[in-house]
């Protein structure tokens, strides 16, 4: 799975070219603040430098400078937030990759690539100035998608189609590290999470912050708010999950901590995919980036296994824990620098589980497996019992896709026998129920293909198309959405052009797949330095008359769902940004992992994914409403 979420950190199919995304460190500010003034102490600075230097050119250059697939060019690198990339080195997918590093080279790395200056980092925006009183009553978008069924169709956006021509920002706020969770609405206000490992709850029409929580560890996970008698104070709790594998329960309210358990002790698990709350349980999807490890010969690779833990909302005991691969890890070779390797290990789930009501399961879409070892876990579509998480049924539509990163250069130790393809489910299933009343399972892989399967009989195929050409950054990354009549699916094939890539938007008949339109990726001038690229692989959202996508360029477009016209192009890009927290000219960048959610006639998208395609070092958050108002 090249992208971490582990479709979600921005991930290069090299081991050590990844390295420098994240080696500038929270002491590049310190460095830079610490000048010395004194000819020694200059002098001791210039060294630091000049050893940052060596070990950027001997480690990172070849991959950075000039930046080679998705790597982040170097002038990219020496603008990122010092605590984002910080917290992503120390927990995040770059910890196999840094683990020889000492700090003094991080240090070193950090202080030469921030040398020429640091992006102004931003402070929180103002508070408000009387909280109200909290509810989960009005509009709102509450979760990955606002139901269970992981539709992405908000029928009440509290706007019409005919008026999105005219949205435009009626407030923005820089967001460190903003890249990965997806905000939610609800009950006016707006909950945010971030890789900085800050979360905030800011009023939706206003941007004020109600209240501020600093999490352990960076956050990726789009949180979920319910209802819960005694759970929390107020009666509303905020979920998420972090890093390092914790699971947090706040106040909605207030953002006072009210427990956090961890779900998994492996330290190379990660939780990606937003938690889910249905009647009391909380449905929290377990990923893994020890992918990243096939060039590191002292790590024992791989033992992490993906899978889905059910914890009690009210106190975050654990209920149940289904590992997506059945089989325990085993020792069973050893790689070429006298290290055991184990095996199997993978089947990471990096997305939103989906419930289904009426069968009394939950389903969760799975990733690549990591070595040779034979199961049947990997790249699946599994259903399991809602209350005891005994698998039910298992889908496996790609055998033996082993997959590490760096297997494709030379030097990698832990690479299996055949490289797969890297074909990942990592875009939520959707629960969709057909003119005939029958259900149907609509799932979407980086195979680039889209499948039709049979609830009912456990999970058999019914139908299948490839829209798109698919591979590790191409297919269907990170979502579909649909409405009452068709299912949209958004095509990545980054840095494939036409017509091997088939990059764009397609509308598909659900009951059978059959294509109903599909309009390519608009191939338009970039607004920002860096590379390009026109991908759509962020999830779609879909209100009536209208679905809305985006491309990693940064182009947020509205699409008819009649016969796929784009009706409104707005580049995030283009534009500087006068933020709420106090930056000028705030600039936007990239667009990826979710779509804009939409409720009470507010518009909310993260511009900036991460920097790696388009060099863009920021986060924004934008708020957007019927000609600004």
Request: charged residues 20%; proline residues 6%.
């Amino acid at each position: 799975m090249i992208r971490m979420p582990v479709r979600g950190i921005m991930r290069l199919q090299t081991g050590f070219c990844m390295l420098v995304l994240f080696c500038a460190s929270d002491v590049i500010a310190q460095a830079v603040e610490e000048r010395p003034q004194s000819a020694d102490a200059a002098s001791a600075a210039a060294a630091v430098v000049a050893h940052g230097a060596s070990l950027f050119k001997s480690r990172c250059a070849s991959c950075h400078d000039p930046a080679v697939d998705r790597a982040p060019p170097k002038v990219a690198l020496a603008r990122r937030f010092p605590d984002d990339i910080a917290t992503a080195l120390k927990t995040g997918v770059m910890q196999p990759m840094a683990a020889d590093l000492s700090d003094a080279d991080i240090r070193a790395i950090a202080t030469y690539l921030g040398s020429d200056g640091m992006t102004e980092q931003a402070g929180d925006p103002p508070a408000c100035g009387t909280a109200g009183k909290f509810s989960m009553s009005g509009p709102g978008w509450n979760g990955w998608s606002i139901d269970a069924r992981n539709s992405r169709n908000q029928p009440n956006p509290g706007l019409s189609g005919a008026v999105v021509p005219r949205l435009k920002v009626k407030w923005s706020m820089t967001y460190t590290g903003g890249r990965y969770g997806q905000p939610i609405m609800v009950g006016g206000r707006l909950f945010l999470t971030s890789s900085s490992g800050r979360l905030y709850a800011l009023d939706a029409k206003t941007g004020c912050m109600h209240w501020r929580f600093d999490a352990e560890a960076g956050v990726r996970t789009t949180p979920v708010i319910g209802q819960l008698r005694g759970a929390a104070p107020s009666g509303y709790s905020m979920f998420f999950g972090d890093f390092q594998r914790n699971v947090y329960a706040l106040d909605a309210a207030s953002g006072k901590l009210q427990w956090k358990v961890n779900v998994e002790q492996h330290p190379r698990g990660v939780l990606t995919g937003a938690p889910v709350l249905y009647r009391g349980l909380l449905y929290v999807p377990i990923s893994s980036w020890e992918e990243t490890a096939g060039g590191i010969g002292s790590y024992g690779c791989c033992s992490a296994r993906g899978g889905l833990a059910a914890l009690d909302a009210r106190d975050g005991r654990l209920v149940w824990k289904t590992y997506a691969i059945e089989q325990q890890p085993q020792p069973t070779t050893k790689n070429s620098a006298g290290t055991q390797m184990y095996g199997p290990a993978g089947a990471a789930v990096w997305s939103a589980p989906t419930i289904d009501v009426k069968r009394r399961v939950v389903y969760i879409g799975t990733g690549d497996t990591y070595t040779d070892v034979k199961e049947n876990g990997s790249d699946a579509i599994i259903a399991l019992d809602l209350a005891t998480g005994k698998v039910k049924w298992r889908n496996q539509v790609t055998e033996n896709d082993s997959f590490l990163m760096g297997c494709n250069r030379s030097g990698t130790v832990n690479c299996p026998k055949v490289v797969g393809p890297d074909h990942d489910f990592g875009a939520s299933p959707i629960l969709f129920t057909l003119h005939n009343g029958k259900d149907i399972i609509l799932a979407g892989q980086k195979s680039g293909v889209a499948f039709g399967m049979d609830p009912d009989h456990d999970g058999k195929t019914v139908w299948r198309n490839k829209v798109g050409n698919g591979g590790a950054l191409g297919g269907i990354e990170w979502g579909m959405a649909a409405d009452a009549t068709q299912l949209y699916v958004a095509v990545a094939d980054l840095g494939m052009p036409p017509p091997t890539g088939k990059a764009g938007l397609y509308a598909l008949d659900p009951a059978t797949g059959g294509q109903q339109w599909y309009t390519a990726a608009p191939k338009v001038p970039c607004s920002y330095s860096g590379r390009c690229l026109i991908g759509q692989s962020a999830a779609p959202s879909v209100i009536p008359g209208l679905v809305l996508s985006t491309t990693i360029d940064g182009h947020l477009r509205a699409y008819d769902v009649k016969d796929g016209k784009i009706v409104w192009d707005f580049d995030t890009a283009a534009q500087k940004y006068q933020t709420i927290n106090g930056i000028k000219d705030q600039s936007g960048g990239s667009l990826d992992v979710a779509g804009p959610i939409l409720a009470a006639g507010m518009m909310y998208i993260i511009s900036g994914y991460a920097g790696a395609l388009g060099g863009a070092p920021d986060n924004v958050l934008l708020a957007f409403s019927v000609d600004g108002k």
